[in-house]
């Protein structure tokens, strides 16, 4: 009866949970192997969550942030800042990589919805080369996705959280 509950248990667990790659290890292929890959969460004050959320142009649902920092020898290579965000119902998790004030391209980390709606390679390349002062728009800067209109909202509305973040905390460091 145990294992039948435990194997129960455990096919539930990895049906509720899509994760299609680890934040570190989408660091490392971004940054490098050899790089040190440090991660922090952050509490935003009140001040600071109503600072992103007004450059943002778009609403906070949390006041937590994980910040992830890669090093070589001491020195900042870039930094990864994970936003996690509703899609329609379930929440799609991507990672946004930022060096000198720009940003150098994004990863889908984990996606809950139907496989269908993640962004392709070749869509997410877009966010790659803009300046972390840009805040982009879907179908403005950015085509929708025909078919998966709101995961590619979800993640220009992420990038927009994910500069701000930036801005705010990172910048000029």
Do not use: H
């Not at 990863?107 to 002062?133: C, G, H, L, M, R």
């Amino acid at each position: 009866m145990k294992t039948v509950l435990i194997l129960l248990l455990l096919s539930f667990t990895q049906l509720s949970a899509k994760v299609l790659i680890s934040p570190v290890e989408a660091m490392k292929e971004q940054y490098g192997e050899d790089t040190l890959i440090s991660k922090k969460n952050v509490l935003l004050s009140n001040k600071r969550f109503k600072n992103i959320q007004k450059a943002a142009k778009t609403k906070l649902t949390t006041k937590i942030y994980r910040i992830f920092t890669a090093k070589l020898k001491g020195e900042v290579l870039g930094y990864g800042v994970l936003i996690n965000r509703k899609v329609r119902s379930k929440n799609g998790v991507v990672l946004y990589f930022i060096k000198n004030n720009t940003l150098q391209g994004i990863e889908v980390i984990a996606f809950n919805e139907p496989s269908e709606y993640i962004p392709t390679k070749k869509w997410s390349a877009q966010f790659k080369n803009i300046d972390t002062q840009t805040m982009l728009q879907l179908n403005r800067d950015i085509p929708s996705i025909s078919g998966a209109t709101l995961s590619a909202r979800s993640v220009t509305d992420g990038s927009r959280i994910a500069f701000g973040i930036y801005n705010e905390l990172l910048k000029g460091r």
